[in-house]
């Protein structure tokens, strides 16, 4: 079996990690970056530099979602403030990890790439559904029922249970270049500092003990 | 619980005949026309008539799908003529069923339209593995855990069980503009009567008594 590997790359830093995780353990790495609409153009950049920097080739994939009900897409709603994690939060968009993980089994089964990498985890991102492990063990299903490679190809989300410190302490082992990574949900000329993303970056590279490069 | 449905619609039989029942049943449908690249640009026109007809609004999403392995999306791959159907033909889409629906499962939530309808079915074309029940039952489960409105959101597969004919039969007596709609995978001026879908559609009609008005 081929160790070639299609990994989802957002621009952020969980996924650059996942990227260079997927790099150390031998595989032979496709970044798979999507243009959804996103206000935030400034992910794409970064997911793009990123992938240079990991000497991986990338495909941009289009796709059009609904602008209507998430502030990630809709320039109406406004980025939430600070951290208010009741539910779901507006910045949830409907369906984007199904959307994301579809495209990716469709390119891994095209290419015949036996692994999907997807950087999600649990701890900082509790209010959105598909980040959970019983969401990626619904979806893994999906795949082995409705694709030709079926259970040949292997979904793997290596920072599922970590932390972001945790995350942040073995990416900067493995030289993730974090400087080049975009976390805020706005896409201004810097961080807004306010957004949840933000504050889950910011609180990460605290606890970890280090200095965010960005 | 509004009524309001997203309605896959690709151009050809099958998902016009799930418009007009859809329609039939009472449900305010918004049609969702894809533009995943496809050789057979015909389809997406024909789609939009039968929106049009249909007298519902529809959302043209683009998605870019990788072409390398599908004669629907590569031309270096000839599109099969007759009906060979051993193991799962070359005019599949890797993923196909599974973006669609989870595209589809992101528009029904930005809109809160609690119905999705796709008009798969199982009898022609058993090849697919994304058009199985078990596979519908599968994706059921992902959108139930990975979205908000969850197992508020329906999927409905109308035609899962019907055959060709019976779809047909049925499409008649609603009104279903066949004339409009598009089934040859080559999108050449005239069908070319010889790959698998003009076959399955020829031999519907014929089991039908009627004549097809394309």
Chains 1, 2 share one sequence.
């Not at 292997?154 to 302490?169: A, D, F, H, M, V």
């Not at 030289?175 to 933000?198: A, H, I, N």
């Amino acid at each position: 079996m081929s160790k070639k590997a299609v990994v989802l790359l957002s621009g952020g830093m969980d996924s650059a990690t996942t990227l260079f995780m997927a790099k150390e353990r031998g595989y032979k790495c496709i970044a798979l970056i999507f243009d959804y609409g996103q206000r935030n153009r400034r992910e794409i950049k970064s997911a793009k530099n990123v992938a240079k920097k990991a000497g991986c080739p990338y495909i941009l994939a289009k796709v059009t979602l609904p602008r209507k009900g998430s502030s990630l897409l809709d320039p109406r709603i406004r980025i939430p403030k600070g951290r208010k994690r009741k539910a779901i939060p507006s910045t949830y968009v409907p369906a984007r990890n199904t959307v994301m993980l579809s495209i990716a089994l469709s390119y891994a089964e095209s290419m015949r790439a036996h692994y999907i990498f997807i950087g999600a985890h649990t701890e900082d991102y509790s209010g959105y559904p598909d980040c959970r492990p019983g969401y990626f063990k619904a979806f893994n299903n999906v795949k082995n029922i409705g694709t030709k490679l079926g259970t040949k190809i292997k979904i793997l989300t290596p920072l599922l249970n970590k932390s972001k410190s945790e995350i942040i302490i073995k990416g900067l082992q493995l030289g993730v270049p974090y400087r080049m990574t975009w976390s805020c949900y706005k896409g201004g000329l810097r961080p807004c500092g306010e957004c949840d993303s933000c504050y889950y970056r910011r609180k990460g590279f605290r606890k970890a003990g280090v200095k965010d490069p960005l």
